[in-house]
């Protein structure tokens, strides 16, 4: 054997020798878990190794993103937030520090997540969409996906959503709402069901609500949002009502009105304006 290979062969059994033990058995408890509208906490979970090494560390992407170090639980739970469409390669390493206090790592195990990534993203259902009336599915501003299961279980991406049952499930104005068997309408407040009473939501702005030019909106009683766009144009779920032009909107007894700048006040009919005069309704 001549030098060269000889040194090869000695520095592959320190590498094995510093390196034993030190394998990372990577979960296959990766576990996903919701934590808040539009950030999510992905968990991975590592059994600890029988040789009891220093730690972990986990890289995502490359970057060092934190550590558990002396580790005397029986496993190593290890949280992150991901608030992307990004792929996310997470390596998980353990590791230990040789005699000469250098740390040696093991080789890495990857854990690979993505977001509900672009390519697979679904838009929102239309405001006002109804399950079943419309659809058999709705679709919120998060990518969750609202359905009624067997026995009226109120399903959320296919789990039951904190003991929810009903008949029927309403999207309006970026809200959830759930016909319940008890007859009463209960809203989703992100992590349970909040009881509305027997009567339909509306969504509607209080009455007396005005809104002006560069900001605020009406939502009228059939969930239609009434702004103020450019040029003073009188919009209506960003689309120009009936070439209606104003410098203020007004929701008052169930009906909408615009101050024009004519000085008069116009009353929307459902498909034009009526002018009713200069006195505010």
């Not at 359905?147 to 009903?166: E, H, K, M, T, Y």
């Amino acid at each position: 054997m001549n030098r060269s290979r000889l040194r090869y062969v000695l520095l592959m059994l320190v590498c094995l020798f510093l390196l034993r033990g030190t394998a990372v058995e990577a979960s296959a408890r990766f576990m996903l878990t919701r934590a808040t509208v539009d950030v999510y906490v992905y968990t991975i979970e590592c059994d600890r190794n029988s040789d009891d090494p220093t730690g972990y560390r986990f890289y995502d992407n490359d970057l060092l993103i934190g550590e558990a170090a002396d580790l005397t639980a029986p496993s190593v739970i290890w949280s992150i937030a991901a608030d992307d469409y990004e792929l996310h390669n997470i390596a998980v390493t353990a590791y230990r520090r040789s005699e000469n206090g250098n740390i040696v790592e093991s080789w890495p195990t990857i854990v690979s997540f993505r977001q509900s990534g672009r390519a697979s993203w679904s838009p929102p259902s239309p405001n006002m969409t109804e399950v079943p009336t419309h659809s058999s599915q709705i679709i919120d501003n998060s990518g969750a996906m609202w359905a009624i299961g067997s026995d009226f279980v109120i399903l959320r991406n296919g789990a039951p959503a904190a003991s929810g049952s009903g008949s029927k499930i309403l999207w309006m104005n970026g809200v959830i709402y759930v016909l319940g068997l008890d007859d009463n309408w209960w809203q989703w407040t992100g992590l349970g069901w909040a009881n509305l009473g027997s009567s339909r939501p509306t969504g509607a702005s209080p009455d007396g609500t005005i809104v002006f030019p560069f900001g605020g909106q009406i939502v009228d009683d059939n969930g239609n949002v009434w702004t103020i766009g450019t040029s003073l144009t009188i919009q209506r779920n960003g689309t120009w009502a009936a070439a209606g032009i104003g410098s203020e909107i007004l929701w008052t007894r169930g009906a909408i009105y615009a101050f024009g700048v004519d000085g008069n006040w116009w009353l929307w009919t459902g498909n034009g304006w009526v002018n009713t005069g200069p006195t505010q309704p």
